[in-house]
């Protein structure tokens, strides 16, 4: 019994992983590119992506949702991205002024973050619209260009059990108990 503890106990804790950089998207001109990075250093050369028209200003990943949040002069876009190609045409959501230079998106939070010349700014944002107005945060000094939000291991989610592995712990720890169930009448009736 003891021994299929463990074997449980290791099956789950060889799905459960803690999130790590693997790598950065980026646009330059008129294409989406992605390289290899390991959260200090680049790990691979550019991989071309996908084209972008117009040019894009800025843009803000969410995995999760699998959307490409980006700005293209004074509107905010959004189109679906599997994290290798686009998956849907660009969509508009809003118009932005003035024009954002830089803009990082917490979906956890409902807040995307934005660079308009010397100023850091919030706009609470559901994915979709924006449900509030912009309010300024801090000076920017030099003007920023690109920005991108850092988060720690806590903030994170924790990791799920896929379904198959699930389904083989649930029906081990049922099989444990009419073992055990099994043992216990076995005795009574002695």
Same mark, same amino acid.
């Given at each position: 019994m003891r021994?299929?503890?463990?074997?449980?106990?290791?099956?789950?804790?060889?799905?459960?992983?803690?999130?790590?950089?693997?790598?950065?998207?980026?646009?330059t001109g008129s294409?989406?590119?992605?390289? !290899?990075?390991?959260?200090?250093?680049?790990?691979?050369?550019?991989?071309?992506?996908?084209?972008?028209?117009?040019?894009?200003?800025?843009?803000?990943? !969410?995995?999760?949702?699998?959307?490409?949040?980006?700005?293209?002069?004074?509107?905010?876009?959004?189109? !679906?991205?599997?994290?290798?190609?686009?998956?849907?045409?660009?969509?508009? @959501?809003?118009?932005?002024?003035?024009?954002?230079?830089?803009?990082?998106?917490?979906?956890?939070?409902?807040?995307?973050?934005?660079?308009?010349?010397?100023?850091?700014?919030?706009?609470?944002?559901?994915?979709?619209?924006?449900?509030?107005?912009?309010?300024?945060?801090?000076?920017?000094?030099?003007?920023?260009?690109?920005?991108? @939000?850092?988060?720690?291991?806590?903030?994170?989610?924790?990791?799920?059990?896929?379904?198959?592995?699930? @389904?083989? @712990?649930?029906?081990?720890?049922?099989?444990?108990?009419?073992?055990?169930?099994?043992?216990?009448?076995?005795?009574?009736?002695?």
């Open positions: 021994n299929a503890l463990i074997v449980l106990f290791t099956l789950f804790a060889a799905h459960v992983q803690a999130a790590t950089v693997s790598g950065m998207y980026y646009a294409s989406l590119s992605v390289v !290899d990075f390991d959260g200090t250093e680049f790990t691979s050369g550019g991989t071309f992506l996908e084209p972008l028209l117009p040019d894009w200003t800025a843009m803000s990943y !969410d995995a999760a949702a699998g959307k490409l949040y980006y700005a293209t002069g004074s509107s905010l876009n959004v189109v !679906d991205f599997d994290g290798t190609e686009f998956t849907s045409g660009g969509t508009f @959501l809003e118009p932005l002024l003035p024009d954002w230079t830089a803009m990082s998106y917490d979906a956890a939070a409902g807040k995307m973050y934005y660079a308009t010349g010397s100023s850091l700014n919030v706009v609470d944002f559901d994915g979709t619209e924006f449900t509030s107005g912009g309010t300024f945060l801090e000076p920017l000094l030099p003007d920023w260009t690109a920005m991108s @939000l850092i988060f720690s291991d806590d903030d994170l989610p924790p990791a799920t059990v896929p379904l198959p592995a699930g @389904l083989w @712990l649930m029906i081990g720890g049922l099989g444990a108990l009419g073992v055990a169930g099994r043992r216990r009448a076995h005795r009574a009736s002695e």
